[in-house]
């Protein structure tokens, strides 16, 4: 059974990486992870490339932590 080129969502893609939606959905938009727009404008993800992602043969690099408003003004 090839799934390959099976679209994911990114509710789905989120729970293969244990991070909220809105965290892939911003690493797409930074361009980490390609993704592929529906005719409805929503996002979709290639299975083939979100587990290649996922046995460390892509990189998604780490997000810069936010600053805690503690810093220089």
Excluded: C, Q
């Excluded at 893609?13 to 404008?41: C, E, M, N, Q, Y």
């Excluded at 083939?48 to 996922?54: I, K, T």
């Amino acid at each position: 059974m090839d799934t390959g080129d099976r679209l994911l969502t990114p509710g789905e893609v989120a729970a293969l990486f244990r991070v909220d939606p809105k965290t892939v959905t911003r690493w797409a938009a930074a361009g980490r992870i390609g993704s592929i727009r529906t005719p409805g404008g929503h996002r979709r993800f290639r299975e083939s490339e979100v587990r290649a992602l996922l046995e460390g043969e892509g990189m998604i690099e780490p997000e810069e932590p936010r600053g805690n408003g503690n810093g220089p003004s």
